[in-house]
């Protein structure tokens, strides 16, 4: 079992910067992938990012040069640096870890980021 708690979500103008992060308790196998996940209303869930335990990093194209993840081996925590925040970068963020080569995995509750225009 898995636990992952999110924090850093709200309100922020376009432009502007927040940084989310994403603690992780419970069983966890040294080598995992940790990634953030957003869905705005009407949508799909997206992948925004993603970071194995050894630091390769992935980024949708929407995001790339604007956010950051990193993480905390020691204290199981992800994190998520957004600059240059768009009213389209909306929506509710979502942490995920999970076990390679399974997919699915544990999630958190959500954190929601709003940027006005």
């Known amino acids: 079992q898995v636990q992952l708690v999110e924090s850093g979500g709200g309100l922020v103008q376009a432009g502007g910067a927040l940084r989310l992060s994403c603690a992780a308790s419970?069983?966890?196998?040294?080598?995992?992938?940790m990634a953030w996940y957003r869905q705005a209303p009407g949508k799909q869930r997206e992948l925004v990012a993603s970071?194995?335990?050894?630091?390769?990093?992935n980024y949708a194209d929407s995001v790339k040069g604007r956010f950051t993840i990193s993480r905390d081996n020691a204290k199981n925590t992800v994190y998520l640096q957004m600059n240059s925040l768009k009213p389209e970068d909306t929506a509710a963020y979502y942490c995920?870890?999970?076990?390679?080569?399974?997919?699915?995995?544990?999630w958190g509750q959500g954190t929601q980021v709003t940027v006005s225009s």
């Open positions: 995920n870890l999970r076990f390679p080569p399974t997919s699915g995995g544990s």
């Open positions: 970071i194995n335990s050894v630091g390769t990093t």
């Open positions: 419970g069983s966890i196998f040294r080598f995992n992938v």
